[in-house]
């Protein structure tokens, strides 16, 4: 009788290892498969699904980034945008009080003033 208890004891013990192991192999799989789906995501829609443009004047500008606001001379408001992405030609060309379009990325620091990386900047002629 003991025996037999002991062998069952064994067979259920041996079964549920067995369970465990094919469950963490799958969890793996699943990890794997959801990273080379985010992977694929990100490189096919990270650019153009995150860009926006904005239209307004330069307040403020040093060699790596400019202040721009959507009316001119308006200190109180605007988005402070890193400049470091755009040509040095470019840079070189903006002064204040100018109305620019900004393509930047749609994610921003949340601060006062807001910031953001420029990736493109054109100048409007008024």
Known sequence: MEKKVL??????LILF???????????T?????QKENKETTTNTNNI???LTETIGYIQ??????????S?????????????????EKVVSKLKVGQK???????????SDPMQGLAVKIELIEE
């Open 7 to 12: 062998g069952l004891f064994f067979m259920f």
């Open 29 to 33: 799989s699943n990890i794997e498969k």
């Open 17 to 27: 290892l067995l369970g465990c192991t094919q469950e963490n192999l799958n969890q």
């Open 100 to 110: 620019v379009k900004v393509t930047h990325y749609q994610d921003m620091q949340y």
């Open 48 to 50: 153009e699904e995150k």
């Open 60 to 69: 403020s500008k040093t060699s790596d980034s400019t202040w721009v606001a």
């Open 71 to 87: 009316k001119p001379n308006d200190k109180a408001n605007g988005i402070v945008f890193d400049l470091t992405d755009i040509d």
